[in-house]
Protein backbone atom coordinates (compact mmCIF):
# COMPACT_ATOMS: atom_id res chain seq x y z
CA UNK A 1 0.00 0.00 0.00
CA UNK A 2 2.72 2.02 1.02
CA UNK A 3 4.59 1.79 -1.64
CA UNK A 4 1.63 2.47 -4.26
CA UNK A 5 0.57 5.72 -2.76
CA UNK A 6 4.36 7.02 -3.18
CA UNK A 7 4.77 5.16 -7.03
CA UNK A 8 1.82 6.96 -7.71
CA UNK A 9 2.65 10.21 -6.21
CA UNK A 10 5.98 9.53 -8.36
CA UNK A 11 3.81 8.77 -11.97
CA UNK A 12 1.84 12.11 -10.96
CA UNK A 13 4.83 14.50 -10.86
CA UNK A 14 6.48 12.95 -14.06
CA UNK A 15 2.95 13.27 -16.09
CA UNK A 16 2.72 16.90 -14.33
CA UNK A 17 6.19 17.79 -15.34
CA UNK A 18 6.08 16.27 -18.80
CA UNK A 19 2.99 18.55 -19.25
CA UNK A 20 4.47 21.81 -18.23
CA UNK A 21 6.99 20.92 -20.42
CA UNK A 22 5.13 20.35 -23.71
CA UNK A 23 2.58 23.47 -22.66
CA UNK A 24 -0.24 21.15 -21.77
CA UNK A 25 -2.65 21.42 -19.03
CA UNK A 26 -2.02 18.30 -16.74
CA UNK A 27 -6.31 17.16 -16.69
CA UNK A 28 -4.90 16.88 -20.49
CA UNK A 29 -3.87 13.07 -19.53
CA UNK A 30 -5.42 10.75 -17.91
CA UNK A 31 -3.42 8.17 -15.79
CA UNK A 32 -4.30 4.50 -16.43
CA UNK A 33 -2.90 2.42 -13.96
CA UNK A 34 -2.40 -1.53 -15.73
CA UNK A 35 -2.98 -3.89 -12.93
CA UNK A 36 -2.26 -7.36 -15.12
CA UNK A 37 -0.52 -9.84 -12.64
CA UNK A 38 -1.27 -8.14 -9.79
CA UNK A 39 -3.95 -9.13 -7.11
CA UNK A 40 -7.33 -7.77 -6.69
CA UNK A 41 -5.89 -6.12 -2.88
CA UNK A 42 -3.19 -4.13 -5.32
CA UNK A 43 -6.43 -2.39 -7.45
CA UNK A 44 -8.35 -1.80 -4.04
CA UNK A 45 -4.99 0.15 -2.52
CA UNK A 46 -5.04 2.36 -5.80
CA UNK A 47 -7.69 3.03 -5.87
CA UNK A 48 -7.82 4.22 -2.12
CA UNK A 49 -5.24 6.07 -3.08
CA UNK A 50 -7.13 7.71 -6.10
CA UNK A 51 -7.30 5.62 -9.01
CA UNK A 52 -9.86 4.88 -10.90
CA UNK A 53 -9.26 4.12 -14.37
CA UNK A 54 -7.60 0.36 -14.42
CA UNK A 55 -6.13 -1.95 -17.76
CA UNK A 56 -5.76 -5.47 -18.13
CA UNK A 57 -4.73 -7.60 -20.82
CA UNK A 58 -6.05 -11.14 -20.06
CA UNK A 59 -9.39 -11.25 -20.21
CA UNK A 60 -9.79 -14.14 -17.61
CA UNK A 61 -7.82 -12.35 -15.17
CA UNK A 62 -9.79 -9.16 -15.71
CA UNK A 63 -13.09 -10.64 -15.91
CA UNK A 64 -11.95 -12.39 -12.26
CA UNK A 65 -10.62 -8.99 -10.64
CA UNK A 66 -14.22 -7.25 -11.82
CA UNK A 67 -15.81 -9.61 -10.31
CA UNK A 68 -13.60 -9.55 -7.09
CA UNK A 69 -14.11 -6.06 -6.92
CA UNK A 70 -17.55 -5.74 -7.66
CA UNK A 71 -18.01 -3.29 -4.58
CA UNK A 72 -16.18 -0.98 -6.59
CA UNK A 73 -17.55 -1.39 -9.98
CA UNK A 74 -19.46 1.94 -10.11
CA UNK A 75 -16.50 4.04 -9.59
CA UNK A 76 -13.91 2.14 -11.37
CA UNK A 77 -13.58 2.91 -15.33
CA UNK A 78 -11.97 -0.50 -16.44
CA UNK A 79 -10.23 -0.87 -19.87
CA UNK A 80 -8.78 -3.76 -21.80
CA UNK A 81 -5.45 -3.09 -23.05
CA UNK A 82 -4.53 -6.60 -24.83
CA UNK A 83 -4.89 -9.17 -26.66
CA UNK A 84 -8.20 -10.04 -27.62
CA UNK A 85 -9.90 -13.25 -29.42
CA UNK A 86 -12.79 -13.55 -31.57
CA UNK A 87 -14.12 -16.25 -29.06
CA UNK A 88 -13.52 -14.21 -26.10
CA UNK A 89 -15.62 -10.63 -27.21
CA UNK A 90 -18.99 -11.25 -25.53
CA UNK A 91 -17.89 -11.30 -21.83
CA UNK A 92 -15.59 -7.97 -22.62
CA UNK A 93 -18.11 -6.56 -24.30
CA UNK A 94 -20.69 -7.10 -21.24
CA UNK A 95 -18.19 -6.63 -18.35
CA UNK A 96 -15.65 -3.81 -19.50
CA UNK A 97 -15.47 0.46 -20.54
CA UNK A 98 -13.17 0.73 -23.02
CA UNK A 99 -11.02 -1.74 -25.51
CA UNK A 100 -8.04 -0.03 -26.57
CA UNK A 101 -6.25 -3.21 -28.64
CA UNK A 102 -9.02 -3.67 -31.31
CA UNK A 103 -6.68 -4.80 -34.20
CA UNK A 104 -8.72 -6.25 -36.51
CA UNK A 105 -12.49 -5.66 -37.85
CA UNK A 106 -14.40 -8.81 -37.13
CA UNK A 107 -13.53 -8.18 -33.56
CA UNK A 108 -15.52 -4.73 -33.38
CA UNK A 109 -18.09 -6.18 -35.38
CA UNK A 110 -18.23 -8.80 -32.92
CA UNK A 111 -18.14 -6.51 -29.81
CA UNK A 112 -20.86 -3.99 -31.17
CA UNK A 113 -23.02 -6.92 -31.65
CA UNK A 114 -22.40 -8.17 -28.12
CA UNK A 115 -22.72 -5.21 -26.32
CA UNK A 116 -25.71 -5.10 -24.07
CA UNK A 117 -28.05 -2.16 -25.25
CA UNK A 118 -28.53 -0.87 -21.52
CA UNK A 119 -24.69 -0.39 -21.16
CA UNK A 120 -24.63 2.32 -23.67
CA UNK A 121 -22.03 2.24 -26.04
CA UNK A 122 -18.38 1.03 -25.45
CA UNK A 123 -15.39 2.83 -26.17
CA UNK A 124 -12.66 1.74 -28.18
CA UNK A 125 -9.25 2.44 -29.54
CA UNK A 126 -8.01 0.84 -33.16
CA UNK A 127 -4.34 -0.76 -32.15
CA UNK A 128 -1.88 0.61 -34.66
CA UNK A 129 1.40 -1.45 -35.42
CA UNK A 130 3.46 1.85 -35.63
CA UNK A 131 6.84 0.63 -35.30
CA UNK A 132 5.72 -2.06 -38.26
CA UNK A 133 7.56 -4.56 -35.63
CA UNK A 134 6.01 -8.19 -37.37
CA UNK A 135 5.65 -9.79 -34.10
CA UNK A 136 3.17 -6.95 -32.87
CA UNK A 137 0.03 -6.95 -33.32
CA UNK A 138 -2.21 -3.87 -34.50
CA UNK A 139 -3.49 -2.52 -37.93
CA UNK A 140 -0.70 -1.53 -40.15
CA UNK A 141 -0.52 2.21 -40.54
CA UNK A 142 -1.98 2.18 -44.24
CA UNK A 143 -4.73 0.52 -43.20
CA UNK A 144 -5.75 2.46 -40.00
CA UNK A 145 -8.44 5.48 -42.39
CA UNK A 146 -10.55 2.58 -43.64
CA UNK A 147 -10.80 0.09 -40.43
CA UNK A 148 -11.46 3.71 -39.06
CA UNK A 149 -14.32 4.84 -41.15
CA UNK A 150 -16.08 0.83 -41.14
CA UNK A 151 -15.61 0.76 -36.73
CA UNK A 152 -17.11 4.28 -36.74
CA UNK A 153 -20.07 3.32 -38.21
CA UNK A 154 -20.86 -0.02 -36.08
CA UNK A 155 -24.01 1.05 -33.68
CA UNK A 156 -22.89 -0.09 -30.33
CA UNK A 157 -18.99 1.08 -30.20
CA UNK A 158 -17.90 4.59 -29.92
CA UNK A 159 -14.68 4.91 -31.40
CA UNK A 160 -12.39 7.67 -29.37
CA UNK A 161 -8.93 7.19 -31.00
CA UNK A 162 -5.37 5.07 -31.74
CA UNK A 163 -3.43 2.77 -29.04
CA UNK A 164 0.46 1.76 -29.80
CA UNK A 165 3.16 0.48 -28.09
CA UNK A 166 5.90 1.69 -29.63
CA UNK A 167 9.39 -0.37 -30.13
CA UNK A 168 11.53 1.29 -27.00
CA UNK A 169 14.20 3.59 -28.12
CA UNK A 170 17.46 4.72 -26.96
CA UNK A 171 17.07 8.46 -26.07
CA UNK A 172 14.02 10.95 -25.96
CA UNK A 173 14.32 11.80 -29.61
CA UNK A 174 14.23 8.75 -31.31
CA UNK A 175 11.20 7.55 -28.25
CA UNK A 176 9.24 10.95 -29.85
CA UNK A 177 9.50 9.35 -33.61
CA UNK A 178 6.64 6.78 -33.24
CA UNK A 179 4.43 8.85 -31.01
CA UNK A 180 4.68 11.58 -33.13
CA UNK A 181 3.73 9.32 -36.21
CA UNK A 182 0.70 8.25 -34.25
CA UNK A 183 -0.48 11.66 -33.43
CA UNK A 184 -0.20 12.58 -37.30
CA UNK A 185 -2.21 9.21 -38.22
CA UNK A 186 -5.07 10.77 -35.61
CA UNK A 187 -4.61 14.40 -37.41
CA UNK A 188 -5.49 12.68 -40.60
CA UNK A 189 -8.34 11.01 -39.75
CA UNK A 190 -9.45 13.83 -37.80
CA UNK A 191 -8.77 15.76 -41.33
CA UNK A 192 -11.31 12.84 -43.10
CA UNK A 193 -14.14 13.89 -40.70
CA UNK A 194 -13.92 11.92 -38.05
CA UNK A 195 -14.04 12.92 -34.54
CA UNK A 196 -10.93 11.29 -32.59
CA UNK A 197 -10.29 12.73 -28.89
CA UNK A 198 -7.89 9.89 -28.09
CA UNK A 199 -4.33 8.91 -28.13
CA UNK A 200 -3.50 6.03 -25.45
CA UNK A 201 0.47 6.13 -25.72
CA UNK A 202 2.93 6.00 -23.23
CA UNK A 203 4.11 3.21 -20.80
CA UNK A 204 6.45 3.32 -17.82
CA UNK A 205 9.74 3.71 -19.71
CA UNK A 206 8.35 6.42 -21.84
CA UNK A 207 5.47 8.28 -20.61
CA UNK A 208 7.15 11.32 -20.99
CA UNK A 209 7.74 10.50 -24.71
CA UNK A 210 4.35 10.07 -25.59
CA UNK A 211 3.16 12.98 -23.23
CA UNK A 212 5.58 15.59 -25.44
CA UNK A 213 3.35 14.08 -28.68
CA UNK A 214 -0.11 14.59 -27.43
CA UNK A 215 -0.73 11.27 -25.21
CA UNK A 216 -4.39 11.46 -23.69
CA UNK A 217 -3.89 8.36 -21.79
CA UNK A 218 -0.87 6.73 -20.74
CA UNK A 219 -0.67 3.28 -19.68
CA UNK A 220 1.52 2.73 -16.71
CA UNK A 221 2.01 -0.84 -14.70
CA UNK A 222 5.36 -1.48 -13.06
CA UNK A 223 6.20 2.44 -12.30
CA UNK A 224 3.25 2.31 -10.60
CA UNK A 225 2.60 -1.91 -8.84
CA UNK A 226 6.40 -2.66 -9.21
CA UNK A 227 7.89 -5.26 -11.38
CA UNK A 228 5.97 -8.12 -12.88
CA UNK A 229 6.37 -12.02 -12.22
CA UNK A 230 4.81 -13.96 -14.98
CA UNK A 231 3.45 -17.74 -14.03
CA UNK A 232 6.00 -19.97 -15.77
C1 LIG B 1 1.88 -4.08 -19.58
C2 LIG B 1 1.38 -3.03 -20.49
C3 LIG B 1 1.51 -1.67 -20.14
C4 LIG B 1 2.22 -1.20 -18.90
O1 LIG B 1 3.60 -1.38 -19.08
P1 LIG B 1 4.66 -0.87 -17.98
O2 LIG B 1 5.92 -0.84 -18.72
O3 LIG B 1 4.62 -1.87 -16.88
O4 LIG B 1 4.21 0.47 -17.53
C5 LIG B 1 0.95 -0.74 -21.00
N1 LIG B 1 0.32 -1.10 -22.14
C6 LIG B 1 0.20 -2.38 -22.50
C7 LIG B 1 -0.51 -2.72 -23.77
C8 LIG B 1 0.74 -3.38 -21.70
O5 LIG B 1 0.63 -4.64 -22.08
Known sequence: ?????????GVHSRIAQACAAAGRPVDSVT????????PAAAVRD????????????????????????ADLRPQITWHLI?????????????????????DRLKIAQRLSEQRPDHLGPLQVCLQVNISGETSKSGFA????????????????????????IPEPAGDMDAQRAPHRALRALLDTL???????????MGMSADLEAAVAEGATIVRVGTAI?????YPA
Open 1 to 9: MTSVIGNLQ
Open 31 to 38: LLAVSKTF
Open 46 to 69: AFDAGCRQFGENYVQEMLDKIATL
Open 82 to 102: GPLQSNKTRPVAEAVDWVHSV
Open 141 to 164: PADVLAAAQAVAALPRLRLRGLMA
Open 190 to 200: NASGLALDTLS
Open 225 to 229: FGGRT
